[in-house]
């Protein structure tokens, strides 16, 4: 474990994510937009850098892990961006979730500059961050792919390199897709039951032992039920998210109809107030619409 590593992003999925390569016994560099969690994870044993230029000239494998493309643009470039500072030779991997178009841009660049990069947004949420059981979707050369193994398994554990450079993000997309529409299919059901006068807890109990069986069902319905909308995943990421994947969608010539409502779904919740909820809380939109709460 020599090689440095650098991380920056520490957000809701960064912040224990850095926290799990420091347990791991990995000394770690970081760097964020927000002050409070560098000073946290500095107190934990990790250095602290003023810059991404900064991250990138101590550390020989650097980790980003932000909102969105052009954060990722910005963090890598510019004079005190991560290409500025980066060495010959270095590993970046960046596990935010863009736009593939973009994460095959920067790999281009990186390798122009000698060094190697990645693309590997991740799912599983906060959750999954915490206990180092993200699913990985790896895009790049598989030399560099086989350097950042130990690293991803000590993130996740479930781990696949899904082909070159932008695949990670395509495959991304894709699963933003599944999640995001299942999340609006069981909103709409359980609404559905309440209206009609039937117990949406029973509901969802014999559809968890049937065909309509899912993680969303079983992790988020019962976030609905509870109404528990802390955010594990915002609704405004995975509304940003879905645009990434109807971009898509629109440069390879797929429709992808049953995204875009769920997207404007999304966009709605948003834009009245919404858009930091846990992405569970789509539900309320479906309750105001039908005018019928879970639990009234």
Do not use: W
């Not at 990995?26 to 760097?31: A, D, F, Q, T």
């Not at 950042?148 to 554990?157: E, H, S, T, V, Y």
């Not at 699963?175 to 309440?194: D, F, K, P, R």
């Not at 915002?234 to 940003?240: D, G, S, V, Y």
Request: proline share 4%; aromatic share 4%; glycine share 12%.
């Amino acid at each position: 474990m020599s090689d440095t590593i650098g991380f920056i992003g520490l957000g809701i999925m960064g912040k224990p994510m850095a926290r799990n390569l420091l347990k791991a016994g990995y000394p770690l560099i970081v760097h964020s937009r927000s002050r409070p969690p560098v000073d946290e994870l500095a107190r934990e044993g990790a250095k602290a850098a003023t810059n991404p230029r900064e991250v990138a000239a101590q550390a020989g494998i650097v980790i980003t892990m932000l909102p969105d493309s052009p954060d990722v643009e910005s963090v890598y470039g510019g004079k005190d961006g991560v290409f500025a500072g980066a060495r010959s030779g270095a590993l970046l991997i960046d596990m935010s979730t863009i736009s593939p178009v973009v994460a095959r841009k920067l790999a281009a660049e990186a390798e122009q500059r000698a060094c190697a990069m990645l693309d590997a947004p991740v799912s599983g949420g906060e959750a999954g961050a915490i206990g180092a059981t993200l699913s990985i979707m790896i895009g790049g050369k598989a030399a560099a792919v086989e350097r950042a193994m130990p690293i991803f398994q000590k993130l996740g554990k479930n781990i696949v390199h899904v082909g070159e450079s932008g695949a990670g993000q395509v495959a991304k997309a894709a699963n933003q897709i599944v999640v995001g529409v299942t999340i609006a299919a069981v909103s709409e059901a359980l609404v559905l039951a309440a209206k009609a006068g039937v117990d949406p807890a029973k509901v969802r109990e014999v559809l968890l032992g049937g065909f309509a069986q899912s993680k969303i069902l079983d992790a988020h319905g019962q976030k609905m039920l509870e109404r528990n909308f802390k955010p594990g995943f915002r609704i405004r990421l995975h509304e940003k998210d879905l645009r990434i994947a109807l971009a898509s969608g629109s440069e390879y010539g797929v429709p992808l109809m049953v995204t875009s409502i769920v997207a404007q779904m999304m966009a709605a919740l948003k834009a009245t107030g919404g858009g930091d909820l846990d992405h569970a809380g789509l539900v309320t939109l479906v309750e105001e619409l039908a005018g019928k709460k879970l639990d009234a």
